[in-house]
């Protein structure tokens, strides 16, 4: 087993972090974050979505927020669109990236999206297309990966075929979803192993939830199968609207520890990592949900 020497980490906790919150975060605070994310030495932050206001609230200043962004040469910062109105949005408020989502599961795609699978592809084509004329890059996500909340058990080579499709309509990169965190690492690997056998590995990512405390666990499961690219959100933020009960993605500061730990590269100060989780946190009135920031919070107190 060869473990790669480098990763890539996709900071997903202004969007996929914050879009579950209650309470309507200020546009001040979701920029801040972005800027801290980057200063922490994150080259891609997720920024936040252009999606229906009606269907997720915390979203609805997506493009105060981007335009906010100080942009730096080498940082990308994609965002969601489902569909052509939100890409439009998208452009108009300067985005160089954005990322269309998908579902494995029929049932999730309709309380996600509110459309069929195959409606979705449909209206995805067109996305792309504008979006290869504007000269943008679109990843795409797959999510239900490893399980559903509305129908349970999700085959890998429904994944995989969903995976291929955005992949050949032009995403330039797939990020499986385990969208309620019920994945373990066997399950990871075999998911891998079958979607690797339509979509080259170095175009796929792992986007794990840890609603069941594996995320870690499934990392390293990817990455022994040769995955090194993880979306995960700083002080392990987040969850789903439309998975109820999923909690936050895997947490930055346990993945940049697990990776540190294997003499993996992935270019992130740890420090600065947890003062950017507490800060968060913080703003939420709570403490970061991650045991490596806790761990090591707790060291410096004492
Ligand atoms: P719909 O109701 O079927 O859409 O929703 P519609 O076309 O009938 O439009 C309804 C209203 O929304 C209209 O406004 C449209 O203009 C407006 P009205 O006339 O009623 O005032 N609208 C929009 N507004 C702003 N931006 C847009 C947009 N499109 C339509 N882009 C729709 C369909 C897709 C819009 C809706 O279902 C939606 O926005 N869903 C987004 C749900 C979402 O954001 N979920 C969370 C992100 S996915 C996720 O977290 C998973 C992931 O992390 C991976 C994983 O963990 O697996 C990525
Ligand atoms: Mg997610």
């Given at each position: 087993?060869?473990?790669?020497?480098?990763a890539?980490?996709?900071e997903?906790?202004?969007?996929?972090?914050?879009?579950n919150?209650?309470?309507?975060?200020?546009?001040a605070t979701k920029?801040a974050?972005?800027?801290?994310?980057?200063?922490?030495g994150?080259?891609?932050?997720?920024a936040?979505a252009?999606v229906?206001?009606?269907?997720?609230?915390?979203m609805?200043?997506?493009a105060?927020?981007?335009?906010?962004?100080t942009?730096?040469?080498?940082?990308?910062h994609?965002?969601?669109?489902p569909?052509?109105?939100?890409?439009e949005?998208?452009?108009?408020?300067?985005?160089?990236?954005?990322?269309?989502?998908a579902?494995?599961?029929?049932a999730f795609?309709?309380?996600?999206?509110?459309?069929?699978?195959?409606?979705?592809?449909?209206?995805?084509?067109?996305?792309?297309?504008?979006a290869k004329?504007?000269g943008?890059?679109?990843?795409?996500?797959?999510?239900c990966?490893?399980?559903?909340?509305?129908?349970?058990?999700v085959?890998p080579?429904?994944v995989?075929?969903?995976?291929?499709?955005l992949?050949?309509?032009?995403?330039?990169?797939?990020?499986l979803?385990?969208?309620?965190?019920?994945?373990?690492?066997e399950?990871t690997?075999?998911?891998?192993?079958?979607?690797?056998?339509?979509?080259?590995?170095?175009?796929l990512?792992?986007h794990?939830?840890?609603?069941?405390?594996?995320a870690?666990?499934?990392?390293?499961?990817?990455?022994?199968e040769?995955v090194?690219?993880?979306?995960?959100?700083?002080?392990?933020?987040?969850?789903?609207?439309?998975?109820?009960?999923?909690?936050g993605?895997?947490?930055?500061?346990d993945?940049?520890?697990?990776?540190?730990?294997?003499?993996i590269?992935?270019?992130?100060?740890l420090?600065?990592?947890?003062?950017?989780?507490?800060?968060?946190?913080?703003q939420?009135?709570?403490?970061p949900?991650?045991?490596v920031a806790?761990?090591?919070l707790?060291k410096?107190a004492?």
């Open positions: 087993m060869t473990l790669p020497t480098t890539r980490l996709v997903v906790g202004p969007r996929d972090g914050l879009q919150e209650p309470q309507f975060v200020p546009t920029i974050l972005i800027e801290r994310l980057i200063d922490c994150l080259e891609c932050v997720e936040t252009f229906s206001p009606k269907w997720v609230p915390q609805a200043d997506a105060e927020v981007l335009r906010g962004i942009y730096r040469p080498g940082i990308c994609p965002v969601l669109v569909n052509e109105k939100g890409l949005a998208a452009l108009a408020a300067g985005a160089k990236e954005v990322a269309v989502f579902a494995a599961s029929e795609s309709q309380k996600n999206i509110n459309c069929s699978i195959k409606e979705s592809l449909e209206r995805f084509r067109p996305v792309l297309a504008r004329d504007a943008i890059k679109v990843r795409g996500y797959v999510s990966a490893l399980g559903c909340p509305y129908q349970g058990e085959q080579i429904a995989a075929d969903l995976a291929w499709a992949f050949e309509m032009g995403c330039h990169e797939i990020s979803g385990d969208t309620i965190g019920t994945g373990t690492p399950k690997k075999a998911l891998i192993d079958a979607v690797a056998r339509r979509v080259p590995i170095k175009k990512a792992g794990f939830h840890d609603t069941y405390g594996m870690i666990a499934n990392i390293y499961a990817a990455l022994q040769g090194n690219v993880f979306d995960a959100s700083v002080g392990g933020l987040g969850g789903c609207p439309y998975a109820k009960g999923a909690s993605n895997v947490a930055t500061e993945v940049v520890w697990l990776l540190k730990g294997l003499g590269d992935c270019g992130v100060d420090d600065k990592l947890v003062d950017t989780a507490q800060w968060i946190s913080m939420l009135g709570r403490e949900a991650s045991k806790r761990a090591l707790a410096r004492a």
